[in-house]
């Protein structure tokens, strides 16, 4: 019984995290081993990587770093009259610090006619913005975004889905070559 008494339980009122009986006792005390200037001195800077899948219509987006390198579908925009334009916005709004294109390679890895649109982009983009931008194989991205959120989702979710394919695919060959 002692060591009930000892709980601290929320006010009547008082704010609480959902589902919690118990007030969010908050973070730890801080100390000079683990205050976070001091872990993020330890590591390398984390780098935002974004990664787009250029479409007719939209662009697709996913993002991640390189310390959870798990990438995760943002959305959609349209692909509008200046699509370099937009992808410029789309790295600024994401504080890039790299840019992946996905690049519609045909199925021999032939470059195609939408391979060769979006390599003319990714010269103008890489003459116009101040982070890298590479390009990474795209083929069947879109077969397997559809695979994976099966019948009766929006294009917009698939499109977004095709960029976190490609960026994960880019991080797990960086991850394969680090080793």
Do not use: F
């Given at each position: 019984?002692?060591?009930?008494?000892?709980?601290?339980?929320?006010?009547?009122g008082a704010?609480?995290?959902?589902?919690?009986?118990r007030?969010?006792p908050?973070?730890?005390?801080?100390?000079?081993?683990?205050?976070?200037a001091q872990?993020?001195?330890?590591?390398?800077?984390?780098?935002?990587?974004?990664?787009?899948?250029?479409?007719?219509?939209r662009i697709?987006?996913?993002?991640a770093?390189?310390?959870a390198?798990?990438a995760?579908?943002v959305?959609?925009?349209?692909?509008g009259?200046?699509?370099?334009?937009?992808?410029?916005r789309?790295v600024?709004?994401?504080?890039?610090d790299?840019?992946?294109?996905?690049?519609?390679?045909?199925?021999?890895?032939?470059?195609?006619?939408?391979?060769?649109?979006?390599?003319?982009l990714?010269?103008?983009?890489?003459?116009?913005?101040?982070v890298?931008?590479?390009?990474?194989?795209?083929?069947?991205?879109?077969?397997?975004a559809e695979?994976?959120?099966?019948?009766?989702h929006?294009?917009?979710?698939?499109?977004?889905?095709?960029?976190?394919?490609?960026?994960q695919?880019?991080?797990?060959?960086?991850r394969?070559?680090?080793?």
């Amino acid at each position: 019984m002692a060591a009930v008494a000892a709980l601290t339980w929320a006010r009547a009122g008082a704010r609480t995290r959902a589902g919690w009986t118990r007030p969010w006792p908050g973070p730890p005390p801080s100390c000079a081993r683990c205050s976070p200037a001091q872990v993020r001195r330890r590591g390398p800077p984390t780098v935002r990587i974004v990664a787009v899948d250029i479409g007719e219509r939209r662009i697709g987006v996913a993002v991640a770093d390189d310390r959870a390198p798990v990438a995760v579908p943002v959305g959609t925009v349209d692909a509008g009259e200046d699509v370099a334009e937009t992808v410029m916005r789309i790295v600024r709004e994401q504080g890039a610090d790299l840019l992946v294109v996905g690049l519609p390679l045909s199925l021999t890895g032939a470059l195609g006619p939408q391979a060769r649109r979006v390599m003319a982009l990714v010269e103008e983009l890489a003459g116009r913005l101040p982070v890298p931008v590479e390009t990474w194989d795209e083929r069947l991205s879109t077969v397997e975004a559809e695979r994976r959120l099966g019948p009766g989702h929006p294009r917009e979710r698939r499109d977004a889905v095709a960029a976190a394919i490609v960026l994960q695919a880019y991080l797990d060959a960086q991850r394969g070559q680090r080793r």
